[in-house]
């Protein structure tokens, strides 16, 4: 590759890592916001959107946007927020990159002030000059009422989704976490 390419490349994907956090934020600010059609233009029309527990399944952009109506219907206001945020690039395809997003969110879902960290393992591509989401996976941590909070961390069991308490996501799921208590904390038992 020339010094020129290398040039080139390098200023692609700099503004490409902008124009991809502006993505997720957009994400965040449109589920907040409810605002559908800014929430939908986000994802590619064969977009999928998934999560482990499966409580949040969709493929395709019209999927995508029936999910996120029938989740929006039942939730009050909300405030989601961003932090950390992981691009790498394809080099085999300028066009496409993965990316993994920490996030923290304020909800309520059926009347119930509930809290959230989750993480999502993305996969962005560039159509027509702009970045969307091919497919993004969901992953909690924790979602809970916020009366049951303080005590969140005493059990696998911090997703609550329709009343149902269910496994967390991650980080029991994640292969180095078992690997490390496996090697280390059941050892020290």
Known sequence: MSELEQLKRSVDRLESRFAISELVTAYAV?????DMPRLTGLFTVDAVFDSPS?????HGRDAIEAMFIELFKVRGPAFHWTHDHNVQFDDADADRATGLVLSHAETCPAEVVSLAAMRYNDEYRRENGRWHFAHRTINFLYYVPVTEFAGVFKSPNRLSIRGQRMPADYPETLACWREFHARHVATSK
């Open 30 to 34: 449109a589920c907040d916001e409810h």
């Open 54 to 58: 499966g409580a949040m399944v969709a």
